[in-house]
């Protein structure tokens, strides 16, 4: 079975400075990748996505992503972090033949310093 | 175009009763599917419906059920409520299969 491994529960950076979230998923075949975000008491909000194509993909609220097929990985980043990105952080991979079924991983927790 | 959305918000229950959960897919939506989330656990898949029939079920007792409507409108149920079953439920929806899903705000569920 297809799993997702977040390998950082928690993460705090500073405002301003950059944030790498990672994770690594275990897949035989070409993965469909996605971030959500959540932020207390909410539901999931869709970051970026990766399909097929440009291994590099662009999301919402600056942030962005990267498929590395040799290293199992699609790691979320963003230049520079914002309070207002205080949530969690979820990755998630559809299997295939599960139809839309989402296997998520754990979480990262992200806190901000002002 | 409006989101999914998910009713009741929140839902105190106890011990041994049943619960029945609504969601409504964003209009054109056919795939609706229901995840379970809590501390513990995790986000963990319950089940998938599209055009009225369960595509995909995970791995949950047969306490959870769902039903999907011709209007793509969709329902959970959970009978015999135990106390583990506290948690958020979300809903989700999509065009397709392997489309992008879409969430709703969730439904807090309580037993006590």
């Known amino acids: 079975a297809q799993s997702v491994t977040q390998p950082d529960i928690h993460i705090t950076v500073s405002e301003g400075a950059s944030l790498e979230l990672r994770c690594n998923y275990s897949?035989?075949?070409?993965?469909?990748l996605f971030w959500y975000v959540q932020s207390p008491g909410q539901g999931l909000q869709l970051l970026l996505k990766y399909f097929s194509g440009d291994t590099l993909v662009q999301g919402i609220k600056g942030f962005e992503a990267e498929f590395k097929r040799s290293q199992s990985s699609f790691n979320l980043r963003k230049p520079s972090v914002h309070w207002s990105d205080a949530a969690e952080y979820f990755c998630?991979?559809?299997?295939?033949?599960?139809?839309?079924?989402?296997?998520f991983g754990t979480g990262t927790q992200l806190k901000v310093e002002l | 175009k409006a989101g999914v959305t998910q009713t009741p918000r929140y839902l105190i229950k106890t011990r041994g009763q049943q619960v029945t959960l609504s969601c409504s897919p964003i209009?054109?939506?056919?795939?609706v599917s229901w995840y379970q989330q809590t501390p513990g656990q995790g986000l963990q898949f319950l089940f998938e419906y599209f055009s009225e029939t369960q595509r995909n079920k995970g791995n949950f007792p047969g306490r959870f059920s769902g039903r999907q409507f011709s209007n793509s409108r969709s329902e959970m149920n959970v009978s015999t409520l135990e106390l583990g079953d506290s948690a958020l439920y979300l809903c989700?929806?999509?065009?397709?299969?392997?489309?992008?899903?879409?969430f709703g705000p969730g439904t807090r569920l309580l037993v006590l």
């Open positions: 897949y035989g075949a070409t993965p469909y």
């Open positions: 209009s054109g939506h056919r795939s």
């Open positions: 998630a991979v559809v299997e295939t033949g599960g139809g839309n079924k989402l296997t």
């Open positions: 989700a929806s999509s065009l397709g299969v392997r489309e992008t899903q879409y």
